[in-house]
């Protein structure tokens, strides 16, 4: 066999299927981190490897190359890009599902539970001074000192062994070349890669099998021999001598932990740029705003965007996470946590993002989620929900005027007559700094997106009474349409590309909002029930419910409890259901639920928001369609379900199997973009 035929056979193959895999993620900045990193593998492989070859590890059987530079075949030079964007994009297909920026907070409970405690207990004021914020610094300290302790240690131990013709002399070279470079990257990121051991060992472990297998070949084929005097003799496999496996095994680990350290950076370059001040508008210095510019653009566009990026990489490298305002960035893995339990549909989608996306919608996410929750607490009497609200929207309102909100009782999560709420403190932190790392005078999000939710809110505590479609409408305009704007804002401000985001937002807000309205009849399709005995709201319109009190004699059963008369008694006889006693009644209900969820469908589907909503997706960046069409998706196969229901199972609340989740991701990740 030829080397040329082993990257023909394996390596090409290899980084081809790995390539389709990851071809939805492989963003600019994906593919400037893989050349980044490339390029300083070939500077830095290059002089060692030829330096072994000349000091007798290996050699390559006469005509088994095509030609040499130096000592080393010019197909050897092109293994070490190889491996590099093999690697890399299996780290990228492996780890791109975790928030970076969450893993510079504060470490989770679980690893320890007096920093938990702190940073639940960490309060406003601690935002202003990071330094008191931030309980994990020492553990941070520790774990980088104990890894560059680690490596230098085995550097030098090597380098006693690391003598020519001597049995160790090839694998204490492989140590004393590799320690240093790990000991750099170790010293940057061991934190944040702590934070991520698993799919760092996984994006470590998966290549290097690999390479294993293909170099276990190639030696058994004869293109390379590695010579019995500078090696232990101990191998692996009957081919595989343990020095080329503790190669592959530390050259892995150099790249997944230069890719590691890139994206702590680009982690803390996102968060410096985009986490304002909780108080109030601080005006950027200008370095942090250099940084916004440094964060956005894709770094492959020109020489400029890549210069920029390069900078920006280079001057936050060494920055240590105790720069960061800890409380911030606690914040923000506490919004992130809430996206990710709080919604049984959006959660995947939302891992589809790219990072800073992910990062400023979640924050949007836990403040719909906490305003709705403020709104729909059963156990609180209605006017202590209403000036709960009313209390939201005179915070934003501060916000967006850049007052001072430093010390309002809702930036620890105090609502009027109510204990703190920790998500709620958290939500509201974030929306603040969110907003506040915009320009003032053209905030990403219109104040109005937000404060629409609350109008919508509010309409939910008193007595909804929805006459027609367009009431409905309307309704959902509110609640669902106002959050597909702002989200659309923020996936249009993440896009970079420089053009105008009035412009392209102009052209798909409309359908951006049809995907909201479309979303949440669906949402009132799935929860009549729930939302008829729970929260004793029927959002179907009148004009439905004296429908069905005409048609109900011929959809019921005979001998079925005949149905109220009025549109009012049937809501109320849905909303005092009680579960069996009347089997008559309930029998009628589940029919009528079974019509309104029909009818709420319907309406979806047949007002061409679903269509508006398909067509949008095509007019959002690219990186962020998938996202989007899959949670699309996630919610009409919820759709799908309620209408295939037979009326008796009118009780329970739809929701997909994990398995079309993955099915809808995979699909709008690779079928539909
Ligand atoms: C990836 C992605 C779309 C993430 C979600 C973004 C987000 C900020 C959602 C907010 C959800 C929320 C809690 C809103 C408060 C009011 C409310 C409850 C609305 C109903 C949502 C249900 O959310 P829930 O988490 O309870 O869902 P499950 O119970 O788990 O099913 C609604 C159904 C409305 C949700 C509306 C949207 C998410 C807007 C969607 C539209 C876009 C993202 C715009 C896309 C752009 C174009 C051009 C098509």
């Not at 060692?48 to 290996?58: E, S």
């Not at 430093?406 to 974030?430: K, V, Y």
Request: glycine share 4%; net charge neutral.
């Amino acid at each position: 066999m030829q080397y040329l035929q082993v990257h023909l056979l394996f390596t090409l193959p290899a980084l081809a299927v790995l390539a389709a895999a990851a071809r939805p993620f492989l963003s600019s900045t994906e593919l400037a981190k893989m050349a980044l990193l490339a390029a300083l593998a070939f500077v830095y492989t290059t002089p060692w490897d030829n330096a072994v070859i000349y000091l007798g590890a290996w050699s390559y059987e006469p005509g088994r190359v095509l030609a040499r530079v130096g000592l080393v075949p010019v197909e050897e030079y092109f293994f070490f890009v190889a491996q590099t964007a093999l690697t890399a994009l299996a780290t990228l297909l492996v780890s791109r599902w975790s928030a970076h920026a969450a893993l510079l907070a504060p470490t989770p409970p679980h690893l320890s539970p007096i920093a938990a405690a702190a940073r639940d207990t960490v309060s406003p004021q601690s935002a202003v001074s990071p330094r008191a914020a931030d309980p994990q610094a020492r553990w941070r300290l520790s774990i980088r000192v104990a890894a560059v302790s680690v490596c230098i240690a085995a550097a030098a131990a090597a380098a006693f062994f690391c003598v020519p013709g001597t049995r160790t002399f090839y694998l204490a070279s492989i140590i004393v070349w590799a320690m240093p470079v790990l000991a750099l990257q170790l010293a940057v990121a061991a934190p944040f890669i702590a934070r991520r051991w698993q799919p760092t060992l996984a994006s470590i472990a998966l290549p290097t099998l690999f390479l294993w297998c293909v170099d276990h070949i190639a030696i058994r084929d004869g293109v390379w021999s590695i010579h019995p005097s500078p090696t232990t003799g101990i191998m692996v496999t009957p081919f595989l001598p343990l020095e080329e496996a503790v190669f592959f095994v530390v050259t892995n680990a150099m790249i997944v932990c230069g890719l590691m350290a890139v994206d702590r950076t680009l982690a803390i370059v996102r968060l410096r740029s985009r986490l304002g001040a909780v108080g109030t508008f601080e005006r950027k210095p200008e370095s942090e705003v250099a940084l916004v510019a440094a964060a956005a653009p894709s770094p492959l566009d020109s020489w400029a965007h890549w210069s920029r990026w390069a900078c920006a990489l280079a001057d936050n490298t060494i920055v240590a996470e105790t720069s960061l305002d800890a409380a911030a960035v606690a914040d923000l893995a506490h919004v992130m946590d809430i996206a990710r339990r709080g919604s049984l549909s959006f959660s995947a989608a939302l891992a589809l993002l790219p990072q800073d996306v992910r990062q400023d919608i979640a924050i949007v996410y836990a403040y719909c989620r906490v305003t709705d929750d403020v709104a729909d607490d059963a156990s609180r009497p209605v006017e202590a929900r209403r000036a709960a609200l009313a209390a939201i929207r005179s915070f934003l309102g501060d916000v967006y005027a850049g007052v001072d909100v430093s010390q309002s009782p809702l930036i620890s999560g105090i609502l009027p007559g109510a204990s703190p709420n920790l998500d709620l403190a958290a939500a509201m932190r974030s929306i603040a700094r969110l907003v506040h790392a915009w320009d003032r005078a053209a905030p990403v999000v219109p104040l109005r997106c937000l404060v629409e939710l609350i109008d919508g809110c509010e309409a939910d505590l008193g007595a909804l009474l929805l006459a027609t479609e367009d009431d409905i409408v309307s309704y959902a305009e509110k609640v669902a349409g106002s959050v597909g704007e702002a989200c659309t804002c923020l996936m249009l401000n993440s896009s970079g590309s420089g053009v105008s985001k009035d412009k392209e937002l102009a052209a798909v807000v409309t359908n951006a909002r049809d995907m909201g309205v479309a979303l949440q009849l669906v949402n009132m399709a799935r929860d009549v029930a729930t939302d008829a005995q729970t929260l004793g709201r029927i959002y179907a319109p009148t004009a439905w419910l004296d429908e069905w009190t005409r048609i109900a004699s011929t959809l019921l059963p005979p001998g079925t409890t005949k149905p109220p008369a009025s549109a009012a008694g049937l809501a109320d006889a849905l909303i005092s259901d009680t579960w069996g006693t009347q089997t008559g009644l309930v029998e009628h209900n589940t029919h009528a639920m079974r019509f309104l969820a029909g009818r709420f469908i319907e309406l979806a589907y047949n007002s061409g928001r679903v269509a508006s909503a398909r067509a949008g997706i095509k007019l959002l960046p690219a990186d962020c369609r998938p996202a989007i069409d899959a949670a699309l998706r996630i919610y009409l196969g919820i759709a799908d379900i309620v209408r295939g229901w037979p009326h008796s199972v009118y009780r329970q609340r739809a929701a997909t199997r994990a398995s079309f989740k993955v099915r809808v991701l995979a699909e709008s990740l690779y079928a539909r973009q």
